[in-house]
């Protein structure tokens, strides 16, 4: 675990830390040509070495440097502007994956799926159900009660900016709910309240204040039965 712990500082420092924009702005516009992605290559390697601090590891150091180029090299060559996101998340999800393989290889050890027992089948199965397909469940029961002032407001509001929102309260929901930190839920409500009190009051529209409540509390109380459920069937492994 340190050796993961190690590699991941590494990768910090060299994608973040000391990555300066205009090495990132240079990248992007010469990809393969531009002498910062070979510093950029070069560092990750010496950070690594000199973090884990043994001989032994040198090689490894190599492949992590030229495993983080590669990998560079098809972000920079596949974005776009409107994939950029995209693109970051798949590339780091890409080297987070290329420092866990280094660790197990290092190490000479092999993946268990062992690990992927009951528990991590329901877990990652209440933890999928409460994203979009909730939203979609939910979307779909108050679909009925869409308040004519809710398309006029559209355009002051980020895109899918609700979606998202709902999205991370139920995962907070159900993280306090399988930690034990019930009261974390009346004060997520509160706080949600209090900044969608001023919206509402300002709207002076009842029906879209009923709307907002109805969807808040169904949202709330998807989580908190699948957060229940999901704590009782962990405890049955138990």
Excluded at 140 to 151: A, H, N, R
Excluded at 184 to 212: H, N, P
Aim: hydrophobic share 55%; aromatic share 14%; with cysteine.
């Amino acid at each position: 675990m340190i050796l993961f712990i190690k590699l991941l500082l590494a990768h910090l420092l060299g994608d973040f830390i000391w990555q300066p924009n205009s090495w990132v702005a240079d990248k992007e516009t010469k990809k393969h040509k531009s002498i910062y992605l070979y510093f950029h290559i070069l560092l990750h390697g010496i950070l690594a070495a000199i973090l884990v601090w043994e001989i032994a590891f040198i090689p490894y150091a190599i492949l992590i440097a030229i495993s983080h180029g590669i990998i560079d090299l098809i972000k920079l060559n596949f974005q776009q502007n409107k994939t950029k996101r995209t693109w970051f998340i798949a590339d780091q999800i890409a080297h987070i994956l290329v420092l866990i393989a280094i660790v197990l290889l290092y190490q000479n050890k092999t993946i268990n799926f062992i690990w992927f027992d009951n528990q991590f089948w329901i877990l990652i199965t209440g933890f999928l159900f409460i994203t979009k397909p909730t939203s979609i469940f939910i979307k779909t029961i108050i679909s009925i009660w869409s308040p004519e002032s809710q398309d006029s407001n559209q355009d002051n509001s980020l895109a899918n900016a609700g979606n998202y929102i709902g999205i991370l309260e139920r995962l907070f929901v159900f993280c306090f709910i399988l930690t034990g930190h019930f009261e974390a839920i009346g004060f997520l409500l509160a706080a949600k309240s209090i900044f969608r009190f001023g919206d509402l009051k300002e709207a002076k529209d009842r029906k879209l204040t009923e709307y907002v409540l109805i969807g808040t509390l169904i949202s709330f109380g998807v989580a908190i039965t699948v957060g229940l459920i999901v704590q009782a069937l962990l405890l049955q492994l138990l």
